[in-house]
């Protein structure tokens, strides 16, 4: 971090960052609807403040205690009503986006289900399959069993074979 060298260049740095606090305070209360206070001491004691719809009022109402904003009771209560509508409405919206989205994935999993089912198996042709294709683990299940028959089968024939050539 650069070394400050005398009292110019903190003043000039100090009134750098509060200007860039004011405008994010600013943004705030304009995106948000919030009431905003603010209250900073410079090195030399000066205060500065800023506040939306001012400070003198974000002030008073923080120092009595009253949560709500300038508004009338009956104007907030209305607000309030309209925001519990607005968010059940969106609750509502998401949670179809939810059933949406798991009737895709059961869609999904019936799809890849059948597609590996419809593999092109024949009962000689086992080897032919590639196991990285296949996504189902029951499907992968059954081609296991029927490797595993195959090996079986596979193995009674050589030793068959083998007591053929070795017979007297």
């Known amino acids: 971090m650069k070394k400050i060298e005398n009292c110019a260049d903190r003043t000039v740095t100090f009134y750098k960052r509060k200007q860039k606090i004011y405008n994010k305070l600013s943004e705030l209360s304009l995106l948000c609807g919030a009431d905003v206070g603010f209250l900073v001491y410079s090195n030399s004691g000066i205060p500065y403040t800023f ?20 508004t009338s009771l009956p104007q907030q209560s209305n607000i309030d009503v309209q925001h519990k509508e607005k968010m059940e409405e969106l609750c509502k919206v998401y949670n179809n986006l939810i059933e949406k989205v798991d009737a895709e994935k059961q869609k999904g999993m019936a799809m890849a289900k ?55």
């Open 51 to 70: 506040g939306s719809p001012s400070f003198e009022v974000v002030a008073k109402r923080f120092l009595n205690g009253e949560g709500s904003s300038s």
């Open 114 to 168: 059948s597609e590996a089912e419809a593999l092109p198996v024949k009962k000689d042709e086992l080897w032919r399959v590639d196991p990285t294709t296949i996504k189902d683990k029951e499907v992968l299940k059954q081609l296991l069993e029927k490797y595993e028959d195959l090996y079986e089968k596979l193995c009674d024939k050589v030793v068959a074979k083998n007591q053929i050539e070795n017979a007297p």
